[in-house]
């Protein structure tokens, strides 16, 4: 039997809202700090007060755009949460620095899915991540974009990072319940990763939840 993948739901904006999506089978929570663009920004002292209520097994990610293991440290110090998102690329370097000196927190890296370099952009850095979060960023405009577009990308290349990847894969990028089965079966990943498509103006709807919960497991 195949098991269900994991969903980490994103954008976590209070204890209500982590409260709300442990209760519908949430496995992992994403606290959004300052970013370039995109939704659900909050402040680290907001972040560290919600990872810090949030019980053993479910895992809180700290999504950074920083990209030195310095900073990425510096951030960390305060928020406390049992994982780091790196939501931009981060060089070889930084991510072996980081290993050193946070042994005990786990690495996720973005890979943002735009052509099929990105197939080896996911193999380098899956060398020194704990995981790898396929999302549909697009790193290179003048604002970045480095998560909660709403977009869906080309699965068949997620496919295909999934199968040669020596990590575990989590899909991002337009996730809802009207595709998230199709999703499932095309790409095959250890777990989701979704914001918007579970929020009513902005706040996360119990409702889209349950519904986007029931399909993932099976419920069709």
Do not use: Y
């Amino acid at each position: 039997m195949t098991l269900a993948p994991r969903v980490k739901i994103c954008c976590i904006s209070s204890l209500d809202e982590a409260r709300l999506a442990i209760d519908h089978g949430a496995a992992a929570l994403g606290l959004v700090s300052d970013m370039p663009s995109g939704p659900g920004v909050i402040g680290d002292e907001l972040i560290a007060e919600i990872a810090a209520a949030v019980p053993p097994p479910i895992s809180t990610f700290l999504l950074t755009a920083r990209r030195s293991a310095d900073a990425i440290a510096e951030q960390h110090a305060v928020c406390r949460t049992s994982t780091i998102q790196l939501v931009d690329a981060v060089a070889p370097a930084e991510l072996q620095r980081l290993r050193r000196e946070m042994p005990l927190v786990k690495l996720v890296q973005v890979i943002h899915v735009q052509h099929e370099a990105s197939l080896d952009e996911a193999l380098e850095a899956a060398r020194f991540v704990d995981a790898l979060l396929l999302d549909s960023g697009n790193p290179s405009l003048p604002v970045k974009e480095l998560g909660g577009t709403g977009r869906v990308h080309d699965w068949q290349i997620s496919r295909r990072i999934r199968e040669r990847s020596p990590v575990p894969v989590f899909l991002a990028g337009g996730l809802r319940a009207a595709n998230v089965r199709q999703a499932i079966d095309a790409v095959q990943p250890f777990g989701l990763d979704l914001c918007s498509s579970v929020r009513v103006d902005g706040r996360l709807n119990a409702a889209r939840l349950a519904e986007f919960m029931r399909i993932v497991q099976g419920g069709g």
